[in-house]
């Protein structure tokens, strides 16, 4: 299992992976007071947590999907990245998508983070690709059926 060194500088508790086979830790808001999310609002909200991830790692915020499903709340950016040199604190920027105010209270599991590996590249200028069966069929190429 790979280490990740975490400071809590909030009151909540650590994430944790809702059951043995999870890819993604739940992550919670580490708010003082509720904070309403009216529809089409979109708000940065903390969890109280700072993380130094190894070299050659990324931490990505993804979306709850009971949150997606139920309330149309989602998050902006998704996946939001989290680079190995951050030191700051994890915020995740949620959006309301719904007609509704949704309420966010302090503790809630508000988004989940999975963290991967990853490679930097190194580009090599060509002038032309290798060919493909798909070549540059893009967008739809494949049909709905």
């Not at 969890?47 to 993804?62: D, K, N, S, W």
């Not at 989290?82 to 998508?97: K, P, S, T, W």
Request: glycine letters at 10%; charged letters at 20%.
């Amino acid at each position: 299992m790979l280490q990740v060194k975490v400071v809590n500088i909030g009151h909540q508790p650590l994430p944790a992976y809702a059951t043995s086979q999870s890819a993604g830790l739940d992550l919670r808001a580490n708010i003082d007071a509720p904070i309403v999310l009216h529809p089409m609002e979109r708000k940065l909200i903390p969890t109280g947590l700072r993380i130094a991830l190894p070299v050659g790692f990324e931490a990505q915020i993804r979306p709850r999907s009971g949150l997606a499903l139920k309330h149309g709340i989602t998050v902006l950016n998704t996946p939001g990245t989290i680079d190995a040199d951050y030191r700051g604190e994890l915020m995740v920027l949620l959006i309301n998508f719904s007609d509704k105010e949704f309420l966010i209270n302090d503790g809630e599991r508000i988004a989940q983070m999975v963290v991967a590996r990853h490679e930097q590249v190194d580009f090599e200028l060509v002038n032309q690709l290798d060919d493909t069966e798909r070549g540059a069929g893009g967008y739809g190429h494949t049909g709905v059926k």
